[in-house]
Nanobody, 121 residues
Framework: QVQLVESGGGLVQAGGSLRLSCAASGSIFRLSAMGWYRQAPGKQRELVAHITRDGSTNYADSVNGRFAISRDNAKNTGYLQMNSLKPEDTAVYYC???????????????WGQGTQVTVSS
C-alpha cells in the first residue's frame, strides 16, 4: 500500500506564508510526477502546481509566481512554499503523485487526504 500524507496547513493572515509537505510512504520504488491541487467551497478542484521527477515546474496563473513547488526524491517528499498569501487562496490543498510501486512495477496515481489552508483578510 502507498499513502500520501500532507502537513503544514493552517490559519494565516493575508501576506503571510505557509509551507506544505507531502510525504509518501509504503511500497515505493520511486515517485514520478507530483502536483498540488486545491478546492475552495463551491468550486471545482484545480491544479495549483506541478513538478516532474527531473524538476520541471508548472504553475496556475492565479498564484502569480507567489508559490514554489519542490521535491526531495531521496525522502519521497514534495513541498509547496506559499508566499504573499491572499484570502482567495483559502481552500483544501491536496497532494497528488504518480508512484512506481516496488511490489508491482507499474505507475499508479495517488491522492493525499488534504490539508486546510485559511487566509484571513
Amino acid at each position: 500500500q502507498v499513502q500520501l500524507v500532507e502537513s503544514g496547513g493552517g490559519l494565516v493572515q493575508a501576506g503571510g506564508s505557509l509551507r506544505l509537505s507531502c510525504a509518501a510512504s509504503g511500497s515505493i520504488f520511486r515517485l514520478s510526477a507530483m502536483g498540488w491541487y486545491r478546492q475552495a467551497p463551491g468550486k471545482q478542484r484545480e491544479l495549483v502546481a506541478h513538478i516532474t521527477r527531473d524538476g520541471s515546474t508548472n504553475y496556475a496563473d492565479s498564484v502569480n509566481g507567489r508559490f514554489a513547488i519542490s521535491r526531495d526524491n531521496a525522502k519521497n517528499t514534495g513541498y509547496l512554499q506559499m508566499n504573499s498569501l491572499k484570502p482567495e487562496d483559502t481552500a483544501v490543498y491536496y497532494c497528488n503523485a504518480d508512484v512506481v510501486r516496488s511490489d508491482y512495477y507499474t505507475s499508479r496515481n495517488y491522492w493525499g487526504q488534504g490539508t486546510q489552508v485559511t487566509v484571513s483578510s
